[in-house]
């Protein structure tokens, strides 16, 4: 069970980075290839159907085009600042997340012992971890978006050079735009992420489902992070465009480009030019991403933390 257990061995913080960064490497790895159409999608302003001037059409024919345009391996661009963002988040929010229930529980214990305290501790320490987690995160998601939208001839070659140009371009604020709305998004992901498995997983332990346990924190994990990212899911849009700003000449052979000023600009530009529907481009790649990408990050770093429990102590 992700969170502090009064019942259960206490874990180190060594063993809590090693399950959250294997958890994170191997879910990045696996998913890599559906985040970069879900990028591709969410950066097209034109339509995401069959229609004059849309690059990208559907799931399918992205996945031909990028194949036949740039290679397997454009599938996986941008994946080492993936995997760096990945275990860097995904390791400093499992740590908030474990270290600020435990010392609640251990303070206030309803916290721990009440069903309903307890699944709304979760959402509010999931909201204030993954803030803690983005504000350190922001500058390898903005590498990450950048290699991922870039088409060819590429404007970067390297991450040496792509830091270098947006330190010279930018200064320090290239490196964290897209901040606000990242904040904004990933702070009631995270809440209702933790909160729905933990609801979840109650609800699991009160049906005849035995037979099935084993599935138990893969589907219910895989199931909050549906409904944690489609609730905010234009947010994670409006990130993606602002970090693709001054970024324009690299992705001019994908179709129109915007620029915009900040997060309400782009917000009021998307519903003028693109309607309503424009907030959720990429929303199919993207829950499919959110479900397993969840389901396989959570079930992993269950599985690891209850191997380190049983592991003799030094």
């Known amino acids: 069970m992700v969170g502090y257990d009064p019942k259960k061995k206490d ?56 194949h036949y345009e740039e290679g397997t391996r454009a599938f996986w661009k941008g994946h080492l600042a993936a995997q760096f963002l990945s275990i860097s988040y995904n390791s400093a929010q499992m740590y908030a997340f474990e270290r600020l229930t435990k010392e609640l529980g251990e303070n206030f214990p309803n916290t721990v012992s009440s069903p309903i305290i307890k699944t709304l501790t979760h959402f509010f320490i999931g909201s204030i971890a993954a803030s ?101 899911y234009p947010f994670d849009l409006i990130k993606k465009r602002l970090e693709v700003v001054s970024f324009e000449e690299a992705r001019s052979k994908f179709g129109q480009t915007r620029v915009y000023s900040g997060m309400r600009h782009c917000l009021s530009e998307i519903l003028r030019t693109e309607g309503f529907r424009g907030l959720y481009k990429g929303i199919a790649p993207s829950l499919i991403k959110a479900y397993l990408s969840t389901a396989v990050t959570l079930s992993i770093y269950d599985a690891i933390c209850n191997h380190l429990r049983l592991a003799p102590s030094d």
């Open 11 to 66: 874990l180190t913080n060594n063993q809590i980075l090693i399950a959250s960064s294997a958890s994170s490497v191997i879910a990045r790895f696996l998913l890599q290839p559906v985040d970069v159409i879900k990028i591709r999608f969410q950066l097209q302003v034109e339509p995401i159907r069959h229609a004059t001037g849309s690059k990208y059409q559907t799931i399918f024919q992205t996945i031909r085009l990028i």
């Open 132 to 232: 803690v987690a983005v504000c350190s995160c922001q500058p390898m998601d903005v590498l990450r978006t950048r290699f991922v939208g870039q088409g060819e001839p590429k404007i970067y070659h390297s991450y040496r050079q792509a830091i270098g140009l947006i330190w010279t371009r930018d200064g320090l604020h290239g490196f964290y735009r897209g901040l606000n709305p990242a904040i904004i998004l990933y702070a009631p992901v995270s809440a209702l992420t933790f909160g729905f498995y933990e609801l979840f997983n109650r609800a699991w332990d009160h049906l005849p489902l035995e037979n099935f346990d084993s599935m138990k924190h893969a589907f219910n994990g895989g199931a909050a992070g549906v409904l944690a990212k489609f609730v905010v």
